[in-house]
């Protein structure tokens, strides 16, 4: 199966609660690039992955929470394996196998993804209800709920308040431009203050004006609405700023960067406009990971 990846479109972080989590508002858009996964079942667990990722920083972070590196143990799709132990039939285990080729720090989901494989598998097995396979999911991260779903949708609280949403369609090129995002670091970089109670504004960032062009796909009228991590990440790689104004050079209507990054993306008209940006943007950065993609659908 695919585990698809995503791409944020806009991304408002609010302050720390109580707990030091954050709040977001975002709009997730499932894409159709991802990781290969196979999951079978099996008397016995095992674990094996093909590491395809290009760029060496890349390829040896994940090296290191493969089956060849130190800390399969830290590895979200082994993770969301041992959360679904308990539940397995007596004697029932899992096979997992995985075609790595979406670099982890890009801010697209991809460990996320490969998390919910596993917990949508146990889902449709009838070993976990879907409120168990929620709970499971929220406690492996923020942004592995969404993928137990796979629709475009509103994205809000801690990451588990998802509303499926309509969106027109979907034309793209995403930039994996070979660099490693901390998002604790992004975060924290971010500066946001503690605040306890609720602020009851920040539940609705979007206009009916603006819920109408992400219906249609007329991306271009939602350029005023971007990316909270995009100041302190670009403060970081400044080279990051760079591409994103390529990606507009190139003719797209829309460009991000996804989640707390590296990766960038561009929504362009139609998909001949991806493709020729595709080849602009190569010609220009020919040491970058360029790939298009269109939206993700089941």
């Known amino acids: 199966m695919l585990s698809y990846c995503k791409i944020n479109l806009g991304l408002t972080v609010g302050p720390r609660r109580s707990d030091s989590l954050h709040r977001i508002y975002s709009v997730f858009l499932p894409i159709g690039i991802g990781d290969e996964v196979i999951i079978e079942r099996s008397s016995k667990f095992s674990f094996y992955s093909e590491n395809q990722i290009s760029g060496s920083v890349a390829f040896r972070a994940f090296e290191d929470v493969s089956e060849r590196g130190g800390n399969l143990e830290k590895n979200l799709m082994v993770r969301a394996y041992r959360s679904i132990e308990a539940y397995l039939p007596q004697g029932q285990a899992l096979s997992l196998q995985i075609k790595k080729r979406i670099p982890p720090g890009t801010g697209i989901g991809s460990g996320s993804s490969n998390a919910a494989c596993v917990l949508r598998y146990a889902r449709n097995q009838h070993w976990l209800t879907a409120e168990v396979a929620h709970d499971l999911a929220k406690s492996l991260g923020a942004d592995v709920p969404f993928f137990l779903g796979g629709w475009p949708a509103l994205v809000r609280g801690i990451g588990d308040e ?119 943007l190569q010609s220009r950065y020919p040491e970058l990971q360029f790939e298009t993609f269109a939206l993700w659908e089941q």
């Open 162 to 280: 998802i509303e499926p949403i309509s969106v027109g369609p979907v034309h793209g090129l995403v930039c994996f431009p070979g660099l490693f995002v901390s998002t604790g670091e992004a975060y924290t970089r971010l500066k946001r203050p503690l605040q306890q109670s609720v602020d009851a504004k920040f539940g609705s960032l979007l206009s009916d004006s603006d819920w109408q062009a992400i219906a249609s796909g007329d991306w271009s009228r939602l350029a005023h609405w971007g990316n909270d991590f995009e100041g302190p990440v670009f403060e970081m790689f400044p080279e990051l700023a760079k591409i994103k104004d390529a990606f507009v050079d190139s003719g797209a209507v829309y460009s991000s960067l996804s989640g707390s990054g590296s990766a960038l993306y561009g929504l362009y008209s139609s998909n001949q406009m991806a493709i020729g940006a595709l080849g602009s």
